[in-house]
């Protein structure tokens, strides 16, 4: 699909997203989830990062903003005004730490109702121990769960039931991933190969999401949103591997192929 912008807008008219990413030792999958956020169309992209991981981000990356967390080397603290904000991803790299606990806890005790949220890899590892307990609150959120993650979040229990009892949107990652949605929504993925099984890889998906949430200018359903993000994250691999093998593909493969592909669904 390629729908062009209209021409009289600027970066402001395709919202301004936040991801909460990367640790001390653990920036890789930040700067990955913030170049696949911008490539995916929002139009301001805003880090919040430990104070140690300022510098690689903006020497990698100069096209994202920071937020600068007190902490030297882990997310501890809420960045300030989180209701600016069109979407928020959190997870990628950040660890699990008490201190990053309290923030997620924060977090989600604080964002706007209707801003989207993408819950990933480290924030998921956190829920794990709390979610039967119902200490947080991921009502309205996406989470993005593999296999493993997933059995440590719910067990055995089936995903589509999940989604209906906590009221949430559930990516269940593999060959073919399933999207879940809180009022019985399913879809299954077709697109992707065996190469995208690469570190990384969940991390680029978080930040395709992201952009595409934060662009959302007509209000298309944030499900519809998530399952078109989960449609061109495989595209961007089944691309890679028409001039590569799919051993040889890395995740940042992936991002760069984005910019062949549209995900600018919302115009005026």
Not at 173 to 200: F, I, L
Request: hydrophobic letters at 40%; aromatic letters at 4%.
């Amino acid at each position: 699909m390629n729908i062009l912008r209209n021409q009289n807008t600027t970066k402001h008219d395709y919202g301004h997203a936040l991801l909460v990413a990367g640790a001390h030792s653990r920036m890789g999958c930040a700067i990955l989830a913030a170049r696949a956020a911008l490539r995916s169309g929002c139009g301001l992209l805003t880090v919040h990062l430990p104070m140690r991981c300022v510098d690689p981000m903006q020497a990698a990356f100069p096209e994202a903003m920071v937020s600068v967390d007190p902490n030297d080397s882990v997310f501890s603290t809420l960045p300030s005004n989180i209701e600016r904000y069109s979407a928020i991803a959190v997870g990628p790299g950040i660890g699990t730490s008490e201190a990053t606990r309290q923030a997620l806890l924060t977090l989600l005790s604080t964002k706007p109702a209707d801003t989207p949220l993408v819950l990933d890899a480290d924030a998921l590892n956190i829920l794990a121990k709390d979610i039967r307990h119902s200490t947080f609150n991921i009502q309205h959120s996406i989470l993005t769960p593999h296999e493993g993650e997933y059995r440590r979040l719910f067990g055995d229990a089936d995903p589509a039931a999940m989604a209906r009892e906590y009221g949430l949107i559930i990516v269940k990652k593999s060959h073919r991933t399933r999207v879940y949605g809180p009022s019985g929504e399913e879809y299954e993925n077709q697109t992707g190969n065996a190469g995208m099984a690469t570190a990384g890889s969940g991390d680029v998906l978080t930040g395709i999401m992201l952009g595409m949430l934060s662009s959302n200018r007509l209000h298309t359903s944030v499900f519809e949103i998530v399952c078109r993000a989960v449609e061109l994250h495989g595209k961007t691999g089944d691309l890679a591997v028409e001039k590569q093998s799919e051993s040889s593909l890395i995740a940042s493969d992936l991002i760069e192929n984005l910019k062949h592909l549209s995900t600018d669904i919302t115009v005026i």
